[in-house]
C-alpha cells in the first residue's frame, strides 16, 4: 500500500466513462498551489488534455491533477479541449481553486470526446472523498490495460530531516514514451513535500524521465497523451535542490519504468538492452533502440532463442557506425559472441536456457569507447497480438 | 510457369545445406559476360556474400549469380568471406569463367559458416542441368519460409524489337529492405536481354528499388543478405536507355515487392499506406514509413480495426510537421476521418467491413502540399509470433 506525502490528498470514482463501471477518475489535490513541472508527449498529435495541461504548466503551481481512464480525449478538435476544459472547472469550483491550476490528463481510446459532463456530475463526490491515504485508488483508477497499478516510493534524508517522493504510474500499451518538457499514454504523477523551486524541480525531472520513461519500449509507439508531472507541495519545509532530489527522483522514475515494461501488453520478459564501447552516449542509445524496437528481436525473446545474428543485425542498421568484427554479444551474463564471431553452440544453449527468466540483460559491446546506454524492452508474443488487435472491441 | 531470357540458362540441385533437403542452390549463368548492376544491403553488418559481391560489382561483368538458401554466411568473418570465394571458384572452374565474375548470395540463418566444399561436390551436376527454361527451379531454391517463389515477367517493345525482362525474388522475413548502390535477406534477381550500358542499367535499376522493394515492409529489420542485382545478357542485340528499360523494370520490381508482402512471414493483408498532402516526397516517405512498421497499427490491421487514432498517433511520431487539424483517412476508400475529426460510427463499421480485404489501402492526406509516398506493409497476428518465435528451433 502507497503511503502519503505531506500536502496531498487523493481521491478516485466511477464515473461511468469506461464501460466496466471500474473506477475512471482520479483526483489527486495538494491543500496549498504546489510547485509543478511536466513534461509532455512530443507526438505531434497531442491530445486535448495535454494541449490544455501545457497551456497551464507554464505558471508553474497547481492545486490538482484530474485523470480520467476510458477516453483520451485527442483528436477530438475543440470540443475536445472544451471538455478538458469544462472538467477541471467543474473540480475547480468544488476546491475553490483556480481551472488555471487544475492539470487534466487522459488515456483510452483516441477519438472519442471525453463526457466533461459525467465528470463534473462527481466532482462534489470526489472532492469529499479525498485522503492523504488514498493514493492507491488513485493509482487504480488511472490503469487501462495494467494488469496492476503502479507505485513506487522513496525518501531522501537531507540534514533537517526526511523528504517523501510518491510516484505512481500507467502503462502498458502504445509505451514507447518521448516526453521532453512540454512530453504519455504513459501516465506519470510525482508526488514530493519537498520545497523547491520550479526551475530546480524541472532540472530534476527532465534527467530523471530521460534516463528512464524515455529509455523503455513496449511497442514502438509513442502516445498522443503521454505526460509526466510532478508537483512540489513543500509541506516539509525542507528544501532541496535538483541534485539532492534528482538521485530519489530517478529511482523513483526506473522503478515506475520498469513496472511498465514488466506489465507491458502481453509482455513475459524484461530484458534490458545495454549497449556500450561506442563514441557516445548518443550513439549507444541509438543502437539500443533499434535492437529494443526490432521485431525479430522481440519475438526472439518471446522465443527466448539466443539468435545473436538477429540482435547484430538490428545494431547494424542503426545507422551508427561500429566494426561488426569487434562485437560480443552477452545473454544473461553468458558471453555468446565474440569479436564478432560465435562462441559455439554449448555457450548459446546456456544462455538460451536463463532465458526463461521474467527478467534478463542482453549486453551488446560494439568497441572500446565511452558511450553507454541501456533500453528496457519486452517480448513480443501471442499475448501481445491479442491484445492489441482485439483492443477497441 | 517462368519465361526464358536470351542469354541466360537456370540451375538447381539440393547440396544438403538445408536440413529438410529441398534444392538449396541455384545457378543463374550468361552465355558470355553480362553487364551487370548491384544493390547491397545498406545494414553495417554485411554477409560474407555480400561482402564479395560488392569487390566483383564494380567490374560490370558477371557470368553468373550463385545462390544458396539455408545458411546466410553472415557473420562469419574471414572463414565466410573464404567460403564463398571458394564456392564461386568451384563454379567458376565449370564454367571456365573467372571467379570474379561469378557473384555470390546466400539467405538463412546468421552465424553458420556456409559449407562451401558441399556447393563444390555439386558444382559439375549444377552446370550440366543448366538449361534456358529452368528459371522456376532457381526460383524456388533461393525460398526460405517463403510459401511461393516469386517470378515476375514483361516485355519492352521498342522499333526494334522486343526485349524481355524476368525477375525472381525471395521475401518473405526480416523484410524491410534498404539496398543502396552496392543493398537483401530479400533477394532479387533481374534478367534482361537488353543491350544497355552499365551506367544506364544502374539509373534504372536504383529508382525502380526505390519505389518497390526500399517501400516494403514486413517487420522493419532490414536484413545483413539484402541484395538487388540486374544482369544484362544483350542477347536480343536490342541497345535501351534507363529511359527506355526503367518503367518495365520498375513494374517487374514491383510485383515481386508486392509478392514479398503478400506472402510476409504470417501476412494476411497487404495494404498500402498511402500518404499525400506533403510539402515533400520526403515527408511522405517518412511519414509512410512510420505508419507501416508501427506494431499498433499493424495489429489494429489484424483485428480488422478501422482504427484511425493510431494512424493518426504514428503519423504525428515521425517527426514530420503537419497540421493534424487538417488531416484526412480514408480505408479502402471510405473516408473516416475529415480535418482531424472522426467521421462518426458509420464510416467506421463501413471501412471496417472492407477491411477484411486481403488487399486494400489506407490513405492519409495530411495537407495540400504536392509530396506524396506510397508503402506497403503488411499486418501482424500471431503467425507472425510463430515463424519468428520458432524460427531456429
Not at 140 to 147: H, K, P, Q, S, V
Not at 222 to 239: E, K, Q, Y
Request: hydrophobic share 50%; glycine share 10%; charged share 20%.
Amino acid at each position: 500500500m502507497a503511503g502519503s506525502v505531506r500536502g496531498f490528498r487523493f481521491g478516485a470514482v466511477s464515473a461511468g466513462i469506461r464501460k466496466d463501471g471500474r473506477i475512471d477518475v482520479a483526483l489527486a489535490v495538494a491543500d496549498r498551489p504546489a510547485v509543478v513541472a511536466g513534461l509532455v508527449t512530443r507526438n505531434l498529435v497531442k491530445a486535448a488534455p495535454i494541449l490544455v495541461a501545457s497551456e497551464r504548466l507554464p505558471a508553474g503551481l497547481a492545486r490538482a491533477v484530474l485523470v480520467n481512464s476510458g477516453c483520451a480525449n485527442a483528436c477530438t478538435g475543440e470540443p475536445g479541449l472544451a471538455a478538458a476544459r469544462q472538467a477541471t472547472e467543474a473540480i475547480a469550483r468544488e476546491l475553490d481553486a483556480s481551472p488555471e491550476q487544475v492539470l487534466p490528463a487522459s488515456t483510452g481510446v483516441i477519438g472519442a470526446l471525453l463526457p466533461a459532463e459525467k465528470i463534473a456530475a462527481k466532482a462534489k463526490e470526489l472532492v469529499a472523498g479525498l485522503s492523504a491515504d488514498r493514493a492507491d485508488d488513485f493509482a487504480l483508477a488511472i490503469c487501462t490495460t495494467d494488469r496492476w497499478p503502479k507505485v513506487a516510493e522513496a525518501t531522501i534524508e537531507t540534514p533537517n530531516g526526511k523528504v517523501a517522493l510518491l510516484g505512481i504510474a500507467k502503462g502498458a500499451g502504445m509505451i514507447h514514451p518521448d516526453v521532453g518538457p512540454p512530453h504519455a499514454t504513459m501516465l506519470v504523477f510525482l508526488f514530493t513535500d519537498a520545497r523547491i523551486e520550479r526551475a530546480e524541480l524541472e532540472r530534476a525531472l527532465v534527467p530523471a524521465a530521460d534516463h528512464s520513461f524515455n529509455a523503455i519500449s513496449v511497442d514502438g509507439d509513442t502516445s498522443t497523451n503521454d505526460f509526466v508531472v510532478a508537483l512540489a507541495s513543500g509541506a516539509s519545509d525542507i528544501a532541496v535542490s535538483a541534485a539532492e532530489l534528482g538521485p530519489a527522483l530517478l529511482d523513483v522514475c526506473k522503478q515506475l519504468a520498469r513496472s511498465m515494461v514488466v506489465d507491458g501488453e502481453g509482455a513475459e520478459h524484461a530484458v534490458d538492452i545495454a549497449v556500450r564501447g561506442l563514441p557516445s552516449e548518443a550513439d549507444a542509445r541509438r543502437v539500443a533502440h533499434t535492437v529494443a524496437t526490432s521485431l525479430l528481436v522481440k519475438t526472439a525473446l518471446f522465443g527466448r532463442d539466443a539468435n545473436w545474428g538477429r540482435l547484430l543485425a538490428a545494431a547494424g542498421r542503426s545507422g551508427v557506425a561500429f566494426d561488426p568484427s569487434r562485437a560480443s554479444i552477452s545473454i544473461a551474463g553468458v558471453e555468446i559472441v565474440r569479436n564478432g564471431l560465435t562462441l559455439g553452440a554449448a555457450a548459446e544453449a546456456e544462455a538460451q536456457k536463463l532465458m526463461s527468466a521474467s527478467a534478463f540483460a542482453v549486453e551488446l559491446v560494439l568497441g572500446s569507447g565511452p558511450g553507454a546506454f541501456t533500453y528496457l524492452t519486452s517480448d513480443l508474443g501471442h499475448s501481445y497480438v491479442d491484445v492489441n488487435a482485439g483492443y477497441r472491441s
